[in-house]
């Protein structure tokens, strides 16, 4: 037998870098999960924009299974049918022409990020290593990556930091012209800010972005790895402002909750890559390939992606009619099914104390800073589960509202 294990083991054996929710989910299908007590809950978290198609999708649990019995893993020395009909997929659905698969979102915009500085180098600029990033960009925890990030609280303690990149407001397109010069090798910015409080990029900050990146021979790096795979209605947020990348960066979604990360760029960068100069032992492995092959597939159907669509209309138009009771909001915003409702002046503070009392009425949510809370469902949830999680979202800021704590 084995011991049964709890919540408060994690206190014990994990190294306390989180603070979970204090019930264990045991089991999910579609937008619902149980815990260990076999309570329910409606999933708006999405494992943070992650199970697009929801748990336990029956043609993700084929695709894995059958690919299981198979072929798990070979490494980078051989190449496999899976991720071969995965990169044809994202070729054929995007501007790209080469994909490097890895496993993670960091992972992806590391590849990106060296990318960049090794294509300068192999042009002959030596000097031409400076990057341009954003306040309150979310971009990974690798050093590089989280140096890149414009949140200093999560870099600051880990010093020495990779040199070279300088942070400008996020849509201020005054601000990055001022630091994007010759020496730019590279712009990484998230066309939507996701963990930086759900803020979408205004059209003509991401145009901007790219001509000041045509001037100066900079590569536009457009980290979609919460933004991605249908999130905001589009296949990837970059066809919906019309402003193509020279780098994409995807991950989260991509594996449906199977960890897998992919760097997609044009055929003429990607030679810069060349044999040795980069890698991951995991990436693109089989048994990934088979799963993102099956998400790209169910996800990039008009259908699916015009569903997003209106799903953010069911969520915004419930939202803003329960604001009208609670008036907790300052704004109601984001993309698709990538929602955040900032929290009001009377408010401030308290989106981590609604997220808890929300798992206390059956209910997970994510915030996005102290003031947002915001909502990452599966693409495909069900009317009745988006009306459910809605009734349990207005009882958990009620409480707030009548003054609750935890
Ligand atoms: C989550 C996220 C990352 C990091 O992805 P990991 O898989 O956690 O490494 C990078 N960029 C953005 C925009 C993200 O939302």
Redesign the pocket.
């Known amino acids: 037998m084995q011991r049964p294990v709890t919540r408060q083991d994690f206190d014990q054996w994990i190294v306390p870098t989180y603070a979970p929710a204090n019930f264990v989910p045991v089991k999910a299908e579609g937008s619902t999960l149980w815990d260990q007590q076999g309570r329910s809950y409606i999933d708006f978290a999405g494992g943070?924009?992650v199970n697009a198609l929801g748990h336990a999708h029956p043609e993700l649990q084929l695709a894995l299974q059958q690919q299981a019995a198979k072929l798990w893993h070979t490494g980078n020395g051989y190449t496999n049918e899976p991720v071969l009909r995965l990169a044809k997929q994202l070729i054929d659905a995007t501007f790209a022409d080469r994909v490097f698969f890895c496993n993670?979102?960091?992972?992806a915009?590391e590849a990106a990020l060296k990318l960049a500085r090794k294509a300068a180098v192999d042009r002959g600029f030596t000097q031409k290593n400076g990057i341009v990033a954003f306040d309150h960009a979310?971009?990974?925890?690798t050093l590089f990556?989280v140096s890149a990030g414009g949140q200093p609280a999560y870099s600051k303690d880990f010093a020495p930091l990779p040199a070279g990149i300088a942070h400008a407001p996020y849509n201020d397109l005054a601000a990055a012209a001022a630091l994007i010069t010759p020496q730019t090798c590279a712009v990484i910015v998230?066309p939507v800010q996701?963990?930086g409080g759900v803020n979408p990029a205004t059209p003509t900050f991401l145009q901007g972005l790219r001509e000041l990146c045509d001037r100066h021979g900079a590569l536009l790096i457009f980290?979609e790895?919460?933004s991605g795979v249908g999130r905001t209605g589009s296949l990837y947020a970059y066809m919906h402002y019309g402003v193509t990348p020279d780098v994409l960066t995807t991950?989260?979604a991509l594996g449906g909750g199977f960890p897998m990360?992919a760097m997609l760029t044009t055929e003429s960068l990607a030679a810069h890559l060349n044999v040795g100069s980069h890698g991951t032992t995991y990436g693109g492995n089989p048994l990934a390939g088979a799963v993102g092959g099956k998400v790209l597939e169910l996800v990039n159907r008009p259908e699916v992606l015009a569903g997003v669509k209106e799903r953010h209309q069911w969520f915004v138009e419930a939202l803003q009619a329960m604001d009208q009771r609670l008036k907790m909001f300052k704004e109601i915003r984001g993309l698709g099914l990538l929602i955040g409702c900032e929290l009001n002046q009377n408010y401030r503070g308290k989106a981590k104390l609604i997220n808890q009392l929300a798992a206390r009425e059956g209910l997970m949510i994510l915030i996005a800073g102290a003031d947002i809370v915001r909502f990452a469902p599966s693409l495909i949830i069900t009317q009745p589960e988006v009306q459910e999680g809605l009734v349990r979202f207005e009882r958990a800021c009620r409480a707030v509202a009548e003054g609750a704590s935890i």
Do not use: L
């Not at 993670?104 to 992972?107: F, L, P, R």
């Not at 979310?138 to 925890?141: A, C, K, L, P, T």
């Open positions: 943070i924009a993670s979102g960091a992972e915009n979310f971009h990974g925890r990556t998230e996701g963990e980290d790895v919460q991950a989260k990360g």
